[in-house]
């Protein structure tokens, strides 16, 4: 089967799940994007985990009705083999698996044995797949799905409805494909449910923007490195991170405040075989209460490489006057904004994202952080502030503006920032790619610029080889940027262009004439014009 077969049947799958969501009153609900997720990840643990099997015996890798010969199974044998799967395939009890549902669904209360699976399917795995809140409480996999069906005669109806629809399918021939593959299902699996992620992560990262700031910040792979993002959303850009460092070869730190973004993000590790990595996502208040914390657990921890896409503004006036305390003066250096009179919704939080970014970096450290390209000049205040102590500590590799656009939810210009504590960066590159990319509607009414693959290999070709292109990109030092006062705008570092033409005494002579002749003519011209001028001034005085 092709790819795009696959694709086409995954997609179908997915539509198929919304359609019945729709039919029982649930389409658009609050509760719409976790039944869909949550059903999607039982059927893909479920064909994993036979996936799984047949890898680990040969006995059953042409097995027709595989969950039928593991039913045969004593306990013994059963338990051997689960113990035998590798370590980020979830735990399956016979009776969890589809075909058994499948088999039952004409059952009477089947909506409760729908439900009660997918519960104990969550507990069984708890201490693999689940994520942490702040406080250490583990969030299982999978709740009670039919309850939001608001008639109860229709939650088995409901349930059966979904067992149909996934029981058919499977995704055996989908567990050979890499992570591009995956990160478009997720892209497709959340588009209709990515708009309000929640106070933190409000803007969702398109692909193409997470895979130029990996191919950036890591062009030649790592190992054994530690991954953060402090207000991760679904993960797009820690994700892709982790795709160019290798998956295993990484491990992920994550934090956000929004339970939805979350639960986004745990299905898009397990989607892309990064389970070890389920531990470290915590749901919480990055700010206030930053989770991940050092071996000895008397400070914060530092990390390897961070990438972030931040909310740009929000109302954190709660909390304003804590995170500007003695407390936290270390870690918020450049200070913390104040409190606007009027729309406290628009308080400049990426400032404070920036600074705990800047914080968390270790001594070798490499960051990529999304921010309003507003910050790039701003000449006063926290921004400047922040400005100048990335430039001075030659902590800055480059800067490259996006086109307008570039993320659907928001008309706001972003740029990123490349931070590298390792280089000591006397050369900076600047890239302004605003003139780049396709307009196109998203979902017939939002307009999003997005960027083919040649101009993505531009853009990264540009910056990590400091290439110069005429009114595009221009590389500078860290003395000019302060002689610029610490201004980031490329077009302050475009370098001026004197064209010469070289003339013959004769051909010299003959343009000067011309111009001479040219002016002269203009000269005499504006004296018609000044005459008539005053011709119509008089008449109207003598009218009047």
């Known amino acids: 089967m092709t790819t795009e077969l696959i694709m086409s049947k995954t997609k179908t799958m997915i539509d198929d799940l919304k359609t019945v969501c729709a039919n029982f009153g649930l389409g658009n609900a609050s509760s719409e994007y976790k039944i869909i997720t949550e059903i999607f990840l039982y059927k893909f643990l479920n064909d994993k985990f036979l996936h799984e099997v047949r890898e680990i015996d040969s006995q059953y890798t042409d097995s027709n009705n595989l969950e039928m ?67 250490e409480d583990k969030i299982r996999l ?124 745990r299905l898009n590790l397990i989607l892309n075989n990064l389970v070890h990595s389920l531990s470290n996502v915590v749901h919480g208040n990055t700010l206030l209460q930053p989770e991940h914390l050092n071996k000895k657990k008397d400070g ?122 390792d280089m000591k960066n006397e050369d900076v590159i600047l890239i302004d790619a605003s003139g780049m990319g396709t307009k196109v509607k998203v979902d017939g009414k939002n307009q999003r610029t997005v960027l083919n693959d040649d101009e993505m290999k531009s853009i990264v070709n540009m910056f990590v080889n400091m290439e110069i292109v005429d009114k595009i990109s221009a590389k500078t030092t860290i003395d000019q940027i302060k002689s610029k006062k610490y201004s980031l705008s490329v077009a302050l570092y475009f370098e001026a262009k004197l064209e010469f033409k070289e003339y013959t005494q004769e051909e010299f002579e003959n343009e000067i004439n011309n111009l001479t002749s040219n002016l002269e003519l203009c000269f005499e011209h504006d004296k018609k014009l000044n005459k008539e001028l005053l011709k119509n001034l008089r008449r109207l005085t003598y009218e009047a």
């Open 300 to 421: 914060l921890m530092k990390f390897d490489y961070i990438v972030s896409n931040p909310p740009f503004n929000m109302d954190f006036s709660d909390d304003r006057d804590t995170l500007a305390g003695e407390k936290y003066k270390e870690r918020f250096w450049a200070g913390v904004p104040n409190i606007p009179k009027k729309e406290k919704e628009k308080m400049p939080v990426y400032l404070m994202f920036l600074q705990h970014i800047i914080f968390s970096m270790g001594d070798r450290g490499k960051a990529a952080v999304v921010v309003p390209t507003g910050f790039l000049t701003v000449k006063n205040g926290i921004g400047k502030t922040i400005r100048e102590k990335i430039i001075d500590k030659k902590m800055l590799r480059g800067v490259v503006s996006m086109p307008s656009n570039i993320f659907a939810t928001t008309g706001t210009n972003v740029s990123i920032l490349f931070l590298d504590k």
């Open 142 to 265: 999978f709740d009670a799905l039919s309850v939001h069906v608001t008639e109860r005669n229709k939650r088995a109806d409901f349930c059966r409805a979904m067992i149909d629809k996934i029981v058919d399918f499977s995704f055996e021939e989908a567990f050979t494909q890499k992570y591009d593959f995956f990160a478009a299902v997720f892209e497709y699996l959340i588009k209709d449910y990515n708009k309000d992620f929640g106070k933190y992560a409000e803007y969702y990262t398109p692909h193409s923007i997470a895979s130029i700031i990996a191919k950036i910040i890591v062009p030649n792979g790592a190992k054994n490195v530690t991954a953060y993002d402090p207000a991760a959303g679904s993960g797009t850009l820690v994700l892709a991170l982790a795709h160019e460092i290798g998956e295993q070869n990484c491990t992920i730190y994550t934090q956000d405040i929004s339970q939805k973004s979350n639960e986004f993000l």
């Open 69 to 135: 010969d593991l039913s045969k199974l004593t306990e013994e044998e059963y338990e051997f083999l689960l113990a035998s799967l590798p370590p980020a395939t979830a735990q399956l009890k016979r009776e969890h698996f589809i075909s058994y549902l499948f088999n039952r669904k004409n059952t009477e209360k089947f909506d409760e044995l729908f439900d009660n699976t997918l519960v104990d399917i969550g507990n069984y795995n708890i201490d693999v797949f689940s994520v942490k809140t702040g406080s």
